[in-house]
Protein backbone atom coordinates (compact mmCIF):
# COMPACT_ATOMS: atom_id res chain seq x y z
CA UNK A 1 0.00 0.00 0.00
CA UNK A 2 2.95 2.51 1.10
CA UNK A 3 4.79 2.07 -2.69
CA UNK A 4 0.76 2.27 -4.23
CA UNK A 5 0.53 5.58 -2.49
CA UNK A 6 3.74 6.84 -3.27
CA UNK A 7 3.33 6.23 -6.82
CA UNK A 8 -0.24 8.58 -6.59
CA UNK A 9 2.17 11.31 -4.44
CA UNK A 10 5.16 11.62 -7.06
CA UNK A 11 2.45 12.19 -9.82
CA UNK A 12 0.48 14.71 -7.55
CA UNK A 13 3.98 16.46 -6.86
CA UNK A 14 4.57 16.54 -10.21
CA UNK A 15 1.52 18.83 -11.05
CA UNK A 16 0.84 20.86 -7.99
CA UNK A 17 3.21 23.77 -7.08
CA UNK A 18 3.23 22.73 -3.16
CA UNK A 19 4.88 19.61 -2.01
CA UNK A 20 2.17 17.56 -0.79
CA UNK A 21 3.01 14.85 1.83
CA UNK A 22 1.44 10.73 2.16
CA UNK A 23 -0.95 11.89 5.19
CA UNK A 24 -2.59 14.20 2.41
CA UNK A 25 -2.85 11.35 -0.38
CA UNK A 26 -4.51 9.19 2.42
CA UNK A 27 -6.78 12.16 3.71
CA UNK A 28 -8.07 12.28 0.13
CA UNK A 29 -8.89 9.02 -0.14
CA UNK A 30 -10.41 8.88 3.62
CA UNK A 31 -12.56 11.43 3.10
CA UNK A 32 -13.22 10.97 -0.70
CA UNK A 33 -17.31 11.32 -1.46
CA UNK A 34 -19.70 11.58 -4.03
CA UNK A 35 -19.38 15.10 -4.63
CA UNK A 36 -15.54 15.74 -4.01
CA UNK A 37 -12.81 12.92 -5.62
CA UNK A 38 -15.58 10.64 -6.79
CA UNK A 39 -13.19 8.18 -9.01
CA UNK A 40 -12.17 7.24 -5.32
CA UNK A 41 -15.59 7.01 -4.01
CA UNK A 42 -16.34 4.59 -6.55
CA UNK A 43 -13.38 2.24 -6.08
CA UNK A 44 -13.39 2.55 -2.15
CA UNK A 45 -17.28 1.52 -2.66
CA UNK A 46 -16.73 -1.20 -5.23
CA UNK A 47 -13.88 -2.76 -2.85
CA UNK A 48 -16.50 -2.74 0.58
CA UNK A 49 -19.14 -4.39 -1.79
CA UNK A 50 -16.77 -7.23 -2.67
CA UNK A 51 -15.03 -7.86 0.44
CA UNK A 52 -18.65 -8.06 2.02
CA UNK A 53 -19.56 -10.72 -0.58
CA UNK A 54 -16.55 -12.39 0.30
CA UNK A 55 -17.60 -12.47 4.14
CA UNK A 56 -20.52 -14.23 2.97
CA UNK A 57 -18.44 -16.89 1.17
CA UNK A 58 -19.54 -15.81 -2.21
CA UNK A 59 -16.60 -16.55 -5.07
CA UNK A 60 -15.62 -12.94 -6.30
CA UNK A 61 -14.03 -12.61 -9.08
CA UNK A 62 -11.70 -9.40 -9.57
CA UNK A 63 -11.37 -7.81 -12.59
CA UNK A 64 -8.91 -5.88 -12.84
CA UNK A 65 -9.11 -2.80 -15.22
CA UNK A 66 -6.16 -1.44 -16.64
CA UNK A 67 -6.95 1.82 -14.89
CA UNK A 68 -8.52 1.86 -11.63
CA UNK A 69 -8.48 5.62 -11.75
CA UNK A 70 -9.16 7.31 -15.39
CA UNK A 71 -6.09 9.05 -16.00
CA UNK A 72 -7.88 11.77 -17.31
CA UNK A 73 -9.09 12.18 -13.67
CA UNK A 74 -5.94 11.63 -12.49
CA UNK A 75 -3.33 14.73 -12.59
CA UNK A 76 -0.21 13.07 -14.11
CA UNK A 77 2.29 14.15 -16.18
CA UNK A 78 3.65 18.10 -16.35
CA UNK A 79 1.81 21.40 -15.69
CA UNK A 80 0.49 21.66 -19.36
CA UNK A 81 -1.85 18.89 -18.15
CA UNK A 82 -3.67 21.94 -16.20
CA UNK A 83 -7.40 22.77 -17.21
CA UNK A 84 -7.24 25.67 -19.54
CA UNK A 85 -10.17 27.34 -17.08
CA UNK A 86 -7.01 26.88 -14.16
CA UNK A 87 -4.41 28.56 -16.32
CA UNK A 88 -6.85 31.57 -17.24
CA UNK A 89 -7.54 31.99 -13.40
CA UNK A 90 -3.77 31.66 -12.77
CA UNK A 91 -3.37 34.53 -15.66
CA UNK A 92 -6.04 37.02 -14.10
CA UNK A 93 -4.48 36.21 -10.41
CA UNK A 94 -1.11 37.22 -12.11
CA UNK A 95 -1.92 40.54 -13.79
CA UNK A 96 -4.37 41.73 -10.78
CA UNK A 97 -0.77 41.37 -8.41
CA UNK A 98 0.74 43.24 -10.95
CA UNK A 99 -1.88 45.83 -11.58
CA UNK A 100 -1.98 45.92 -7.07
CA UNK A 101 1.88 46.40 -7.36
CA UNK A 102 1.68 49.41 -10.28
CA UNK A 103 -0.74 51.43 -8.13
CA UNK A 104 1.21 51.04 -4.79
CA UNK A 105 4.36 52.23 -7.10
CA UNK A 106 2.23 55.44 -8.09
CA UNK A 107 1.29 56.30 -5.17
CA UNK A 108 4.95 56.10 -3.59
CA UNK A 109 5.96 58.61 -6.10
CA UNK A 110 3.06 60.83 -6.34
CA UNK A 111 3.18 61.56 -2.36
CA UNK A 112 6.69 62.12 -2.96
CA UNK A 113 6.42 64.55 -5.69
CA UNK A 114 4.01 66.19 -3.26
CA UNK A 115 6.32 66.35 -0.35
CA UNK A 116 8.59 68.11 -2.70
CA UNK A 117 5.94 70.63 -4.12
CA UNK A 118 5.42 71.81 -0.59
CA UNK A 119 9.01 71.54 0.40
CA UNK A 120 9.01 74.33 -2.34
CA UNK A 121 6.00 76.53 -1.75
CA UNK A 122 7.42 76.78 1.92
CA UNK A 123 10.38 78.58 0.95
Do not use: Y
Not at 77 to 87: K, L, V
Not at 115 to 121: C, L, N, W
Amino acid sequence: MQSTLRVFLDNVNVVSKKKRRMDVIRSVIRNASGRRHKPLFDLATEAAAMHARREKGELVVEVKPLHAILLSTFPSGDASSTPARAIARMARKRKARSDEEDEADATETGNVQEGSKRARSNL
